[in-house]
């Protein structure tokens, strides 16, 4: 009989420190021998490596979730060939998850009183729920909110995409990959006022 394991959602905004978190996180178990997985979806394309890297440096290697994978089977198969549940998973940028893997991380817990923390984003650049995302919030026993803090003092709430200018975009698709120079996280009022400056700086370029 398995214990009861639980299904996290840990959200927060770009660079609210999330891969650092889970990085510290996975620290934690190796100190106390406790067996962990890191994985994370294929999509983010920053690094060709098996690896989950944070700013400040450290990294822990992982596999790759395809868009395909079906994480209830790849799972069980691991735990099959190792002969035994490994009670902790953790899944970076788990808001490119697809509802079906979402769905099957749930069955795994279920099954097999497995833990898997899932680190990711709430919304796109226009403030639109990811898929991964909207059904972690749906069937996550345990939400937590990673915050941090607008350059106004406001929490953060937004993963405004801007352009090399600087200049706040509003239309193109969902996914694109990008740091620091792609993306900026703001709160809700400070969107808001940079989109009306970007759509002044726009007219005045056709007047
Ligand atoms: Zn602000």
Known sequence: MNGFGKLYFRYGTMGSAKTALLLTTAYNFEERGMPYMCMKPSIDDREKENVIQSRIGIKRECSWIFP???LYEYCVKIFDEQMK???WILIDEAQFLSSAQVDQLARLVDDFGTNV???GLRTDFQSKMFEGSKRLF????TIDEIKSTCTCGRKTIINARI???GMVVTEGSQVEIGGDDKYIALCR???RNRRIESAEQNSL???
Do not use: G, L, P, Q
Request: a negative charge; charged letters at 35%.
């Open 189 to 191: 009022r400070c969107w």
């Open 68 to 70: 395909d994978t079906d």
């Open 138 to 141: 749906e069937v996550a026993d």
């Open 163 to 165: 352009d090399s200018n």
């Open 117 to 119: 923390i899932c680190y």
């Open 85 to 87: 549940v490994i009670n």
């Open 205 to 207: 370029k056709f007047e």
